[in-house]
């Protein structure tokens, strides 16, 4: 999801924050995982409040707010304010981020279900009936898809800012990747479902090179034909249960993904 | 934030690190003395609860790895691998998993130990026996060792590659099996890189076990981890103690519980009968240490003299020195399977649904990671159960810190929280993982001299 107008320049030096909020840690893991980059990294910004990777914290204001996991406790819901008052660009990294995350399957539940299901003295749970994108709370700048993002993207959007460009990252289908490694297609010629035409790009077709289905790491693209692949995935087989199941994964609170699995939710339940 | 203050009231303090960094998860500490005598320890969780158990109900069993992997980034592969087993007993189809798949399974965990590993002890562990703030700091004057470990990191993560698309939460698992093959020729160019970082682990073992400090914090620990007998433990085996327990897979579940203690409202696991108990690379090395790979095996006795210290170690700052003998073991292992490799013919055995129930535990890193699954006719999940190593080692952790605090009662506020952050981290603790389970609580009641659970505002 691209903000209307283009990121300005940032100045060098600029000074770098990582927040966490509801996560597995992934995505911040990939930066740390950035390898041989990491070093010119450290070198290109101040690295000002990480706290998975330094104990030193360097006061705000911040240039860039890096933010994974998504908003489930009335405290993050407060935090993400202050975060956002603290960072002139804030980028939502990972579908945590960007969609509320696994943790989101929540919200089709009844939260009390789950706390009583899990924790033995509910009582001490604080938590929201929801998991969140940061979008629902704060505005944005900047959204980076992925459960967990992809490295060569996030190097991108750290090297677009500090020029003061905007972050070129796709927003095709998974499909162009696919038929770029000139990958057999899962859905013709094994006749699995996959959820690549509906998905955007940004692994780089993982999946289909492990001859399985995407399941939709990267989220909608612009516009999914979500009927016409359901309707394909019927023809082969699948159930309106199954088609559901696919959807609700990582990014399953995007609008897209939500509705169709709305969608075959009411048809498995009129059956 | 990392600061500590003293009480007004005389005699009393309360240490306090409101955000523990260089760990994975949020949590806090808290530490009250009065008059020199620790009253109480307290490692707060404030990682939000995440309800996995909860919505993994009703879900195929072919989509659990690819879920569970979500609970934790760093050891994605703990969770695909306790799932995938515990699911292969539920359905009846774990003996007739092949040597190739398990053998494929161990080089997939390789690469998870040595990627998880390598960060650990690197980039968030030895900054703090070094006396820097982060490896950020710590890579000005220690650059060589820090190329080095970024690229024993890199290997890590390119075996994981190899088997599963990707680093982090890996696509290539699934229960019975593989996906895919990995692609031997990538496999010929890893293995000599395996021999490379064998080589440079060996090295830095050895630095670590001669030039590093070790704080003295000797407690009589009940070692727990899986003891296999021809293997050092990472997929299979029995689960063991150095006093007396000894069950089978199936049943850990029901050999430990999840007891309330009066200090706080979270749980924490002891064994039945007995108390806290440790898992991780302390344990795994005490328990098994015969079997390492020879690689690391050779390296042990020198290991030994430089530190004064013979098995078993029952400091748990030599956790430090036990992860990189494992990280040797792991390239060891993984040099000698790349160099054997050959596709697979048949890389999963695509097991049935049916009703049933399984479970077991593999060795993350930081320790066992027991998973339980029960399943309908159809294949979908009608319970789950997941123990993961943090929480386990919880009431250890909090004894360790009763102990540290009580011996630096002398230090000023500041030192002593840092000493305390040191020792939390022997741990390694996944907090992001411990805290997505059941019953796991929290303290969120604010008690008499010790602050409510923390936030980023009022710790600010």
Known sequence: MLAKSPIPKVPPKSRLAVFKFSSCDGCQLSLLNLEEHLLELVDAV???????????????PYDVGLVEGSISTPHEAQRIRQ???????????????SSGGIQALRNWADIGDFVGAVYPNPQYIRTLDTATPIAAHVFVDFELRGCPVNHAQLLELVSAL???????????????ECKRRGLPCVLVTHGQPCL??????????????????????????????????????????????????????????LEPFKQASDHHERLEQQK | MNASNSKSNPGTRTIRVGALARVEGEGALHVAMKDGRVEEVRLDI?????????????????????????ICGICPVAYQMGACHALEKALGAFDQVTPDIRTLRNLLYCGEWIESHVLHMFMLHLPDFLGYESVISMAADHAPTVRQALRLKKFGNDLLTLLGGRAIHPVGVCVGG??????????????????????????????????????????????????????????????RS????????????????????????????????RDAYLVGPLARLNLNAEKLHPRARELLPQVRRSLGQDLPWRNNFLSLPARALETVHALGRAADILAAYKPLAHPSILPAPRPGVGGHGTEAPRGICWHQYHTHADGSIAAARIIPPTSQNQRCLEQDLRELAGRLAALPDDQLALRCEQMIRNYDPCISCSVHFLKFGRTWTPRAGIPAAPTREDSA
């Open chain 2, 178 to 239: 593989f996906y895919k093959t990995p692609d031997p020729t990538r496999a010929a160019e890893l293995a000599s890189e395996a021999r490379a970082c064998l080589d440079i682990m060996s090295e830095l073992t050895l630095f670590l076990a001669s030039q590093v400090r070790y704080p003295d914090l000797e407690r009589d620990y009940e070692f727990v981890a899986l003891c296999p007998d021809d293997e050092y433990p990472m997929n299979l085996g029995r689960i």
């Open chain 2, 46 to 70: 404030y990682e939000p609860p995440r309800f996995f158990e909860a919505f993994l109900r009703g879900r195929d069993f072919r989509e659990v790895p690819d879920i569970t992997a979500r």
């Open chain 2, 242 to 273: 150095n006093k007396g327990l000894d069950v089978d897979q199936e049943r850990f579940g029901d050999a430990i519980e999840e007891r309330q203690v009066p200090h706080s409202n979270a749980l924490h696991s002891v064994i039945k009968g």
């Open chain 1, 83 to 97: 975060v956002r008052r603290d960072c002139r660009y804030l980028v939502a990294i990972g579908a945590c981020a």
């Open chain 1, 46 to 60: 101040e690295v000002a409040y990480f706290l998975e990777a330094r104990r030193r914290e360097l006061p705000p």
């Open chain 1, 162 to 176: 500090l020029v003061g460009r905007r972050p070129n990252v796709p927003t095709s289908s998974l499909c162009l």
């Open chain 1, 196 to 253: 690549g035409p509906a998905v955007q790009a940004g692994c780089g077709a993982l999946c289909p090179a492990c001859n399985r289905g995407c399941y939709g790491c990267f989220g909608p693209m612009e516009q999914p034909n979500l009927n016409s692949l359901g309707d394909r995935f019927l023809e082969l087989g699948a159930s309106h249960r199954q088609i559901k199941h696919l959807l609700r994964m990582f990014n399953a609170y």
